[in-house]
């Protein structure tokens, strides 16, 4: 019972957050052309991020998290205990992972697709959604979304699940849809560079 409660605590807060961050940035993004390495604390992950984005991370005695931003543009990364959880699941699976819907990360990502419903006003996924993600971390999943802001402009992001060894993640990058066509590629690029730390 205890893990159930602290589970949908950590869904709560994890929902709390993204609601009070996603699209307070002021002015422009810096469009990336190049990328700098980022691992997480205890090297559960690393990737590369737009280089000149503000980094911060953490975890090491907590949720696992990492957060990168310029402006209104924001990549957010947190660990999943359900992820965690089902990555088990994941690894004694004999798919490739190439088709949609059979696998747990396909389940994680529909449990998550709730919790962004939630999060952002209204949520819709893009045509096409979920996309495999190939990636060296593990199976990911990706769908491609659009919601309003509490003023009345518009976001454009990725809302992507992976779930590797002893390990799953969400990941929400977001930004004003004006920005979209130039950010979309420094997106692109961080998700494709996701692997073990």
Not at 89 to 110: C, I, M, T, W, Y
Not at 141 to 150: G, I, M, V
Not at 155 to 160: A, E, L, V
Request: contains cysteine.
């Amino acid at each position: 019972m205890s893990r159930y409660c602290n589970l949908l605590s950590n869904i709560f807060l994890s929902s709390a957050t993204l609601m009070v961050t996603v699209g307070c940035g002021s002015g422009s993004a810096v469009v990336p052309t190049s990328f700098a390495p980022y691992s997480s604390a205890e090297g559960e992950f690393a990737c590369e991020y737009p280089e000149g984005w503000e980094s911060k991370g953490g975890g090491k005695h907590g949720r696992l998290w990492a957060r990168f931003t310029s402006g209104p543009a924001e990549i957010h990364i947190k660990s999943s205990v359900m992820g965690n959880i089902m990555s088990d699941s994941q690894s004694r699976s004999s798919s490739d992972g190439s088709a949609l819907g059979f696998e747990p990360v396909d389940q994680l990502h529909k449990f998550f697709k709730a919790e962004a419903e939630d999060d952002f006003d209204g949520y819709a996924d893009e045509p096409g959604s979920p996309m495999v993600l190939n990636c060296p971390l593990g199976a990911g999943r990706t769908s491609e979304f659009t919601s309003k802001t509490t003023f009345g402009g518009k976001i454009h992001g990725y809302r992507t699940s992976i779930i590797a060894r002893d390990l799953g993640l969400i990941i929400i990058c977001t930004c004003p849809e004006s920005e979209w066509k130039a950010i979309k590629p420094a997106f692109d690029h961080l998700l494709g560079s996701l692997e073990r730390g």
